[in-house]
Structures are given as structure tokens and as C-alpha cells.
């Protein structure tokens, strides 16, 4: 049986020789190549080649994996997401919508930026269950007053293109979520100025002006992500094979595994390898190329 898929590939510079031997790549890993585009920025360039799958799709993103270019990722993304009329986005927060990792800064104004550091990366590796290195990491912060939230709010940068990103689907009038295992207290202004209808996070516990180390009601972990994106997409009346989830994390992989396509972002070597595609660019825009929009 064949099936439609578009063979996305960027990277910083893709040059002519990158682009035949991609083409010969594809042809290897069981795809017919058709109509090709080239597009790209300042930033990087991208190729799309529209071809007809004669094999497994995880399959040949195995091969292509396997036989890439040095700095360049091929994303195979089924061309009935890419032409969807209406697609969902869930994004991870923390080094995926933005630079950061909130806890990081937050652990800072306890002194305790490096333990937390430790443990926060172990927990993206899927070394450590995802609640309980949240409990311990949050534990450090009691005491703390809250008006540290207000200064860790103002350090928080964007990604790189995210804005763009964000934007673009909305225009095309596709729908945009974020679901962070980070707190609402940070995400509530990005969300809002990013003018997003979903998102969620933990809430820190703040009594009598200080945070006590705790958080309330359930963890958002890698389950909660995935039960969101299930959720909020049928909310929208989107099927799940039109949506897209990025993250870079071990507590993302639920979600990037039922997404329609689940896109890695400068991710950890265990979320790149279970993921169907990869960026590795610090650019999160890239995701509108594979996604289409
Ligand atoms: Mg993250």
C-alpha cells in the first residue's frame, strides 16, 4: 500500500550536493520522489520533496535517521496533516517555547541553581519519575518571597521564533496550545500575550507572601501532556492525526508519541531517538515547514 508523504529536510545551509544526495537518500529509505520546493530564510534553508511511501513510514524514518547529512534533519510528515484544514500545535514550555528552564531560575534566588540543575536534567533524561523530582525541586523554593516570581517572569525569554511560530498558525486559523510542566504563575502572562486559548502548568503554593515549597492539585507530567492534548484537541474537533506536539523532554514523549507527528526540539538523545522528527536548529519556527503552515 502507498501513502503520501512529504520529506521535510533543513538545516543551517543546505547546498546543492546536500540536496542530491538527500534525494538519493529518500529513494533508498522507499520513497518516490515528485514535486520539490526550496525555501528558507537568513537563518536556514529548507527542502520538501512530496513523495509516495512504498513502506512502513517509522521504518523509513529509521533509514533516513540512520543515513543523514551532518547538520540536517528530515522530517517524513503524512501529507494529510500538512493539507488539514484545521491542525492542532501542543508545545512543551520549558527549552522548548522558551530558553529557560523556569525552576532553574526560580532555584536561583534559593542558592540552590546547580542541585536543582542536576536533578532537573536527570528528570528530562527519564531518569527520575517526573512528580517526585518536581516535589523535591519545589521544596527548595519555601520560604522564598513571592515577589521572586515577578523577577523570574522578566528573565523568561522566548525561543527564537516562537512568536512566529505561534502566529502563523493562528492566522491560518489552526489552533495553539501549551501544557508545561513548569508553573501557571510564570506561563499565565506568555500564554496570555501570546493570545493562547489552552495552556496549563503547575501553581505554586504561595501563602502569606512567600511560597511554602509546594504545589497544588495534580502534577502536569508526562501523562497529564498527553491527556491535554487529547482533550483540548477534541474540544477543537480536530482528529489526533492532525496534530502536531513539540518538546524536548523525557515528560513529553506521551504526548509527542500520540500526536499526529511528535517533533523533538533540541532534545535529549531518548526523546530524539523515540520522536518522528527532530529540530535541531534554535529556531521553532522550523516546525512550520514540517507542519506545513
Ligand atoms: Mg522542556
Known sequence: MSSNVTAVSYGLKLSLPDIQRLRSLLTA?????????RTGDARFEVYAADCALDARLDGARRALAAAGIEGVDTALVPAALRSAPRKFLIMDVDSTLIQQEVIELLAAYAGKREEVTAVTEAAMRGELDFAQSLHARVAVLAGLPADVVESVRSEVRLTEGAA??????QSAGHAVAVVSGGFNQILRPIAEDLGLHYWIANELEIVDGALTGKVLGDVIDRAAKEKYLREWAAAEGIPMEHTIAVGDGANDLDMLGAAGIGIAFNAKPAVRAAADAAVNLPYLDAVRYIAGV
Do not use: Q, S
Not at 529509505?29 to 520546493?37: D, K, N, P, Q, R
Open 29 to 37: 529509505a522507499g520513497l518516490g520522489v515528485g514535486a520539490e520546493t
Open 164 to 169: 512566529e511560530l505561534v502566529a502563523a498558525f
